[in-house]
């Protein structure tokens, strides 16, 4: 599966708004040093953020003298599908600054997002490990900077080094938490807290404060109808969380958007911020509920 198979669904005038507000901005910045993991910085009105990958960065040098000379720029924009549910792992793709959004597909064809990777991980890393195909259809969320490294190549990473190793299972488990916790977001929270945690994590994510998503979009991420879109971004709106006007969102409130939200984010967050520390000292995510690890 590569960029030959990659569909587009939006007018190419979409794709140059998108474009421009992207080179409007600069990017979010995420720690790289494993012996001083920290949150990521509260972002203001401009966003500096680094055209980086976590994971990849956390690669030993000898590792990354070897993948390097593979690893490959895509282009891609919002709404392309990376892979469909079912294809063919044949690279490993790197976000640096886009949002890659894993979606669980039913033979009626209806779909629901179950997970979302940025750049502090990699879709189609199973085919470094083990499996070759994707449960999950996967496509572009937020467009920006992606990257991709043959599946092999990352496999024979992965079968001589440790480190590697480690590396490649810490974060599969991190996005299997991610899984979980928006297995239970989706089924227990109600639209409006789960618009929010999506809101949030795309905010960390993007180069700007405005978001180019139509409720349809969101609706489809969220496995909701619109109409429920429509009236919780409504109520949003008029708690003054998020400004909406022509498919372009606006994060007004930010600190009120994490109150409105369930826990499901900052529980997502501090998997995130924790998968590159050892394990006896990674964030575990303690809340009510919960037990508190020692
Ligand atoms: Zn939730």
Avoid at 92 to 112: C, E, M
Wanted: charged content about 20%.
């Amino acid at each position: 599966m590569g960029v030959t198979q990659i569909k587009s669904r939006h007018p190419p005038l979409f794709y140059f708004i998108l474009f421009v507000l992207g080179m409007s901005g600069t990017v979010l910045s995420w720690p790289m040093d494993q012996k001083n993991i920290k949150a990521p910085p509260r972002r203001s009105l401009l966003k500096p953020v680094a055209h980086t990958n976590r994971l990849l960065d956390a690669f030993e040098p000898d590792s990354r003298a070897r993948i390097d000379p593979h690893v490959q720029p895509v282009t891609l924009v919002l709404g392309d599908v990376v892979c469909e549910a079912g294809g063919f792992l044949e690279y490993v793709y790197f976000p640096k600054g886009a949002v890659l959004s894993l979606l669980t597909v039913l033979a009626s064809g209806a779909a629901i997002e179950t997970a979302n990777i940025g750049n502090e991980g990699a879709f189609g890393l199973f085919a470094a490990m083990y499996s070759r195909t994707s449960f999950n259809q996967c496509l572009v969320q937020l467009q920006g900077g992606l990257v991709r490294v043959p599946s092999e190549i990352l496999r024979a990473e992965f079968e001589r080094s440790d480190h590697v190793r480690n590396l490649l299972v810490s974060y599969s488990e991190t996005q299997l938490a991610q899984v979980q916790q928006t297995a239970a977001c989706n089924s227990m929270h109600t639209i409006q807290q789960r618009l929010c945690r999506w809101l949030l994590m795309m905010h960390d994510r993007a180069e700007t404060e405005e978001l180019s998503y139509t409720h349809e979009f969101l609706a489809h991420m969220l496995g909701a109808d619109r109409k429920s879109v429509t009236l919780a971004a409504q109520d949003m709106q008029a708690a003054g969380l998020i400004g909406y006007q022509r498919g372009k969102i606006q994060i007004v409130d930010r600190p009120g958007l994490e109150k409105a939200s369930c826990e499901c984010y900052a529980m997502v967050q501090a998997r995130f911020n924790a998968f590159l520390t050892p394990p006896s000292t990674a964030v575990q995510g303690n809340t009510k509920g919960r037990i508190k690890l020692p």
